[in-house]
Structure formats: C-alpha cells, structure tokens
Nanobody
C-alpha cells in the first residue's frame, strides 16, 4: 500500500523558514518522481516543485524559484521541501505526491503552512 505522510508545517513569520518532510512507503522511492503541490485558501491546486532524483533533475514554479529547495533522502525514503524567505502568499496546504509525469497517482494528506506576523 502506497503511503505518503507529510510533516513539518506550522505558523511562521514572513521572511522565516520551514522544512517540510514527506515519508514515503509502499513503492520504490529511489526510482520515482515526486512533487510538491499546494492549495491556498479559496484557490485551486498549484504545482510547486518536482524532483526526479534518479536523473538528478529538479524543477520549480517561478513563484518559489530561488526560495524553495526540494530534495530526497533515498535511504530514508523521504522527500523534503526547504522553504526560505517565506511570504504571506505561501500560506497553503502543502501536499507531497508520487508523480508519473503525466499525472499524479498518489497524494499525501497535506500539511498546513501559515505565513503571518
């Protein structure tokens, strides 16, 4: 059974940092593409980042490029999202997802990130 469990969300002030984690199980993590997707209050889903660790490629939305870094620890089957210089517009529920390229086949339950003073 595929499971994706996010953690690390919380309340942070503008300009602050958070690191999200996504613990994966039930599939071959090291050869899978993984993505982060977020949903702000009252808005639709927004793709944030995709990482193809098996070919060392990572992609970011323009809105987070230079501030967010996605990485994996294949020994721990864990995906990370380091978020720096956070802005109020980064407030959202963040989901990790197993990505098949054309579509996402599994989602985590999400973790809330709130950026506010």
């Amino acid at each position: 059974e595929v499971q994706l469990v996010e953690s690390g969300g919380g309340l942070v002030q503008p300009g602050g940092s958070l690191r999200l984690s996504c613990a994966a199980s039930g599939f071959t993590f090291s050869s899978s593409a993984m993505s982060w997707v977020r949903q702000a209050p009252g808005k639709g889903l927004e793709w944030v980042s995709s990482i193809y660790s098996y070919i060392s490629n990572t992609y970011y939305a323009d809105s987070v490029k230079g501030r967010f870094t996605s990485s994996t620890d294949n020994a721990k089957n864990t995906l990370y999202l380091q978020m720096n210089s956070l802005k109020s517009e980064d407030t959202a529920v963040y989901y990790c997802a197993k990505d098949l390229g054309d579509y996402i086949d599994y989602w985590g339950q999400g973790t809330q990130v709130t950026v506010s003073s």
